[in-house]
């Protein structure tokens, strides 16, 4: 039981650090949306032009060029702060549990399941497949965390 305990320990210090990068990119990123967001659809189109011109059903590009030109500045606004509040609100608890701070894991908890809720919610009306899958993951590291925080209560 033991070796399953690091197991998980292992794996949640992992996951807690790639919450931390991903803390990092969204602070990063919500901040160049506001800055550069108008930018995005220019970028998109230069990215995807060449491909259009040599396939001009090319899926994957239209996607891309169509979901650009619907990025509206309101959703550009929504998107920079949620990934802005959402990245600072991680680093803040990836921090505070790399501290030890006891208290740290049930508000993750907490906080991360609000999240979740959220998302969840998101999902259902905009049927996202991308915040589908940061659901999935972000479930995963509640029980994580959850599991952790019960092996540091037995550790006391």
Same mark, same amino acid.
């Given at each position: 039981?033991k070796r399953?305990w690091s197991?998980?320990?292992? !794996?949640?210090?992992?996951?807690?650090t790639a %919450?931390?990068?991903?803390?990092?990119?969204?602070?990063v990123?919500?901040?160049?949306m506001?800055?550069?967001?108008r930018? /995005?659809?220019l970028e998109? &189109?230069?990215f995807?032009?060449?491909e259009?011109?040599?396939?001009?059903?090319?899926?994957?590009?239209?996607?891309?060029?169509?979901?650009?030109?619907?990025f509206s500045?309101?959703a550009?606004h929504?998107?920079a702060?949620?990934?802005?509040?959402?990245?600072?609100i991680n @680093?803040?608890?990836?921090f505070l549990? &790399?501290? %030890?701070?006891?208290f740290?894991?049930? @508000?993750?908890?907490? !906080?991360?399941?609000?999240?979740?809720i959220y998302q969840?919610?998101r999902?259902?009306h905009?049927?996202?497949?991308?915040?589908a /899958?940061?659901? /999935?993951?972000?479930?995963?590291?509640i029980?994580?965390t959850?599991l952790? &925080?019960?092996? @540091?209560? %037995?550790?006391?």
């Amino acid at each position: 039981m033991k070796r399953v305990w690091s197991y998980i320990h292992q !794996l949640f210090l992992a996951l807690i650090t790639a %919450k931390a990068f991903n803390g990092t990119v969204e602070v990063v990123g919500g901040i160049l949306m506001l800055l550069y967001g108008r930018a /995005v659809e220019l970028e998109v &189109y230069a990215f995807t032009n060449y491909e259009l011109t040599e396939h001009h059903n090319d899926f994957i590009a239209m996607y891309f060029l169509k979901s650009a030109r619907n990025f509206s500045i309101s959703a550009q606004h929504f998107v920079a702060f949620y990934l802005l509040f959402h990245g600072i609100i991680n @680093l803040l608890m990836v921090f505070l549990i &790399y501290k %030890k701070k006891i208290f740290a894991y049930p @508000l993750s908890i907490f !906080l991360f399941g609000a999240f979740l809720i959220y998302q969840i919610v998101r999902v259902y009306h905009n049927h996202s497949t991308g915040l589908a /899958v940061i659901s /999935v993951v972000d479930v995963f590291m509640i029980v994580l965390t959850w599991l952790e &925080y019960n092996r @540091l209560q %037995k550790i006391k």
